[in-house]
């Protein structure tokens, strides 16, 4: 419950600034057959929220590690050498592209120690590994485009992440006033 309000409390503080944010969403791990402990999910969480709020597509060639607060900020998380050990062993196995890389929060580079072979496939530039700090720039990664600068009027450009996200949530809102009968439109 505590990860889903602190998505919530991302998501209302970045777009209820122009109108209610008008959905519920959930999200289900499928064939989960261990415990699940602590919230180094919610990065991804909150990007395939906003993949489908946006509808973009989220890029298949990346893993994502870290935790998120409520302003955004990626937080460190535990076991970040065994995620990305696991993720690049699974793409050497398939065939590296060169494209396939993995995110962790900027707090966990320091700490960083991995085997030979994952430092020799990133300087030879078969493998990545990106550190954000927030979650725009996980989303920018993910989702090809940019995220947007928010407006004096508290809008974002149509032609980014964001903006795409406020349009979508206006639909919903409009939406829902016509259905009450709130505005003018209503009979449509």
């Given amino acids: 419950q505590k990860g889903a309000m602190v998505l919530q409390g991302y ?32 990065l991804a969480e909150l990007i395939a929220i906003v993949s489908d709020l946006s509808d973009l597509p989220v890029r298949q060639d990346l893993a994502i590690t870290g935790s998120v607060n409520q302003r955004g900020m990626a937080q460190a998380i ?6 990305i050990e696991g993720f690049y062993r699974t793409c050497k196995e398939n065939g590296l592209t060169g494209k396939q890389g993995v995110i962790i929060p900027r707090a966990n580079e320091r700490n960083l120690v991995l085997r030979s072979e994952i430092g020799e496939a990133v300087a030879g530039g078969t493998f990545h590994i990106y550190s954000v700090d927030t979650i725009e ?6 989702l090809g485009m940019p995220v947007g600068e928010r407006a004096a009027d508290g809008t974002y450009p149509a032609d980014t992440v964001y903006g795409r996200v406020q349009a979508t949530l206006t639909e919903f809102d409009r939406i829902l006033a016509t259905r009450r009968g709130d505005r003018p439109d209503a009979a449509d």
């Fill in 137 to 142: 720039d996980a989303l920018t990664l993910f």
């Fill in 11 to 42: 998501l209302t503080g970045i777009f209820a600034r122009t109108s209610p944010v008008s959905f519920n969403c959930s999200i289900t791990f499928e064939q989960n057959y261990g415990g699940v402990e602590g919230d180094s999910a919610s």
């Fill in 78 to 83: 535990g076991g970040a050498h065994h995620k």
